[in-house]
C-alpha cells in the first residue's frame, strides 16, 4: 500500500566530489568528526553507480565520518558480454594491484586528513576485498563489513587478522555456520567482535548497485543496514577506547608499585 518517489533519493543527502591521488580517481565525501575514514570498495558494476555513491554520501551524512571510495577498475566495469566476465575479473582481482592501491589510499588520508583509523565497507566483489585486506593489511584497517560480499569461503575468511561485520541476502551463500565457523576455529578473538546479519526477503545487491529505492521494502532494508554498520562501527570502537583505557589504567598501577618498591 506504500508508494515511495524513486526519483527523490538521490537528492537526499549532500554529495562528494572526484578527487585524484596518484592515478586513482577517488569519490571523497563528508568529513570526520571522530578521526576515523570509511574506504568504500564497490562491487563489478564499477565505480559510477549512483546507488553506491549514494551509501557513500548517506553514511558519511548519518555518521559524521569520511567516505571515500576509490576507483580500483579505473574506469572500466564488469563486461556485458558474459563470456569476458571471466578473464576480466581475473585482471581486476589481482590482489597485489589492490593491496596497492588501498596503501595509497590509507597513506593519503593520513597525511591529508590526519584521520589515523581506518574502516573498509565493500559490496559483492568489495566484500573479498575487504575480507582480504583484513587478513593481511590488518595493521592498516581496524575493521571490514562486507555487504552481500561473493566468493567468502571458509578459507579465505580464516584468515581474518580482524573482526569484521557480515550482511547477506536471502539468496546469498549462508554465513552461519561454514563462515562464523570457520572464523571461531581459527581465530577466537576475533571471532567475538564478529557479527552476522542476513535480510531474507532481500536479493543481492539490495544495498549496493541494485537498490531499488521505489521498493519500500528494499528502502527499509537499506535504512536498516545503515543502522546495523553505525551500531557495529560504535560498538567496535567504544571497545577500543575501553582497551586502551584500561591499559594505561594498568602502566599507571604497575609504575605506581615500581616507584613504591624503589
Not at 571471466?86 to 593520513?110: F, G, P, R
Not at 532481500?202 to 546495523?228: C, E, L, Q
Request: with cysteine; charged share 20%.
Amino acid at each position: 500500500s506504500q508508494t515511495i518517489d524513486g526519483s527523490l533519493w538521490n537528492e537526499t543527502y549532500p554529495k562528494g566530489e572526484v578527487l585524484r591521488v596518484d592515478d586513482l580517481n577517488i569519490y571523497s565525501v563528508g568529513t570526520s568528526n571522530s578521526d576515523l575514514s570509511i574506504i568504500v570498495i564497490y562491487d563489478i558494476r564499477g565505480f559510477n553507480i549512483t546507488q553506491t555513491r549514494v551509501f557513500c554520501d548517506r553514511l558519511a551524512h548519518e555518521y559524521s565520518v569520511h567516505v571515500v571510495m576509490p576507483d580500483f577498475y579505473r574506469g572500466t566495469a564488469a563486461p556485458s558480454n558474459l563470456s569476458l566476465i571471466m578473464t576480466w575479473l581475473a585482471e581486476v582481482n589481482d590482489w597485489a594491484k589492490i593491496s596497492k592501491d588501498l596503501k595509497t589510499v590509507a597513506d593519503w588520508l593520513k597525511e591529508s586528513y590526519k584521520e589515523n583509523q581506518l574502516g573498509l565497507v565493500g559490496f559483492c566483489w568489495g566484500g573479498l576485498q575487504a575480507v582480504r585486506a583484513c587478513s593481511n593489511l590488518s595493521t592498516l584497517f581496524f575493521t571490514g563489513i562486507s555487504i552481500h560480499g561473493s566468493s567468502l569461503t571458509p578459507a579465505v575468511v580464516s584468515q581474518l587478522q580482524q573482526p569484521m561485520l557480515f550482511i547477506a541476502a536471502g539468496n546469498d551463500p549462508a554465513l552461519k555456520p561454514d563462515i562464523s565457523s570457520a572464523i571461531e576455529e581459527s581465530n577466537m578473538e576475533i571471532s567475538k567482535k564478529c557479527e552476522y546479519h542476513t535480510y531474507l526477503s532481500m536479493r543481492h545487491g539490495f544495498v549496493g548497485a541494485s537498490a531499488n529505492y521505489s521498493n519500500p521494502d528494499n528502502v527499509k532494508a537499506i535504512t536498516d543496514v545503515h543502522k546495523t554498520v553505525r551500531n557495529y562501527l560504535d560498538k567496535l570502537r567504544n571497545l577500543s577506547v575501553s582497551l586502551s583505557l584500561n591499559l594505561y589504567l594498568l602502566f599507571t598501577v604497575v609504575m605506581f608499585a615500581f616507584d613504591f618498591y624503589l
